[in-house]
């Protein structure tokens, strides 16, 4: 027997024993190896090989698997990149992001477009002249006006999101970025028209031409289910301000020892918002840093 470092996979225990054999350790262990003898849990290696995983692990992060939100990654953006001063809010309602932009970076410049029969402009007070209306798909702004497109769940209430996402490219500046949520699982809302899968999401960004970096899961479906059904309600909160199904996920994973992008697909997978950043390409020498969230988790 050769006396280096070796272990005995047989089912679920290995033996593993030191160079001179004068200790041996059995531990529970899943039931295959890599060729490099770093053992691998059979679970992950299967969901791994799912079709619907190869298409998405592009997109995927491997550092971290918490949910998040778009104002996440706007701050992550911004402090990474604190020349990116111009900000559109994409699909702004009553205009509410402006007062969190200005607390974040008070010298960003903000500026909000939606169209003219959104509930939420209807219920907007006042006048505001950095917000306009526009017709759903041509923006009206310069091409490369801004640094950064903020949408946060707007694109399922577009009758046209193939062309607003492209015109959108347009108006951003070469290496300007796109943080946005939509949709997923979620239940019909406020005039929603179309959820968008994850793998739709890829689409209509790709083909509009920007570089998608990545997809995260927002809140869970059950969630927002739950909280559809009671209607918000304030005494209820502490019912349906909870991700249900990523604890769950969370307690397979933690005694299948999946790793942090198996369970970020898994979320994603049942997942009722989804939360991604895209980028309008640029020369390499002219590249900014991507906003993920491999330093907020």
């Given at each position: ?21 004068t ?8 039931d ?27 997109f ?55 169209i ?17 209306t ?24 577009v ?108 979320m ?30």
């Amino acid at each position: 027997m050769d006396t280096s470092d070796q272990g005995v996979i047989t089912g679920r225990i290995r033996l593993s024993c030191d160079k001179r054999f004068t200790k041996v350790q059995i531990i529970c262990l899943p039931d295959c190896h890599s060729a490099q003898g770093c053992v691998v849990n059979i679970l992950n290696q299967r969901i791994r090989a799912l079709e619907n995983f190869i298409s998405l692990q592009e997109f995927l992060t491997y550092q971290c698997s918490r949910p998040c939100n778009t104002k996440n990654y706007i701050r992550t953006h911004l402090i990474a990149n604190p020349d990116s001063d111009t900000i559109l809010d994409l699909g702004c309602g009553e205009g509410g992001s402006r007062e969190f932009f200005a607390k974040l970076f008070p010298e960003v410049i903000w500026r909000g477009v939606d169209i003219a029969d959104s509930p939420e402009v209807k219920n907007r007070t006042g006048s505001a002249v950095d917000i306009v209306t526009f017709d759903g798909i041509n923006l009206p702004y310069e091409d490369g006006s801004f640094d950064v497109i903020y949408c946060n769940q707007v694109l399922e209430h577009v009758r046209n999101p193939d062309a607003l996402v492209a015109d959108a490219l347009r108006v951003l500046k070469p290496g300007g970025f796109f943080v946005g949520s939509v949709s997923y699982l979620e239940p019909y809302h406020s005039h929603s028209i179309f959820n968008f899968t994850p793998y739709g999401i890829v689409s209509v960004f790709t083909e509009a031409g920007f570089k998608l970096n990545e997809i995260r899961q927002g809140e869970d479906a059950l969630q927002l289910i739950i909280r559809q059904i009671l209607n918000r309600s304030k005494l209820m909160r502490w019912l349906w301000n909870r991700n249900y199904l990523y604890f769950l996920i969370r307690v397979l994973s933690f005694i299948a020892r999946l790793d942090s992008a198996t369970q970020n697909f898994l979320m994603v997978q049942f997942a009722g918002h989804l939360v991604f950043s895209a980028r309008r390409p640029v020369e390499p020498e002219q590249g900014t840093t991507s906003p993920r969230f491999l330093d907020e988790c």
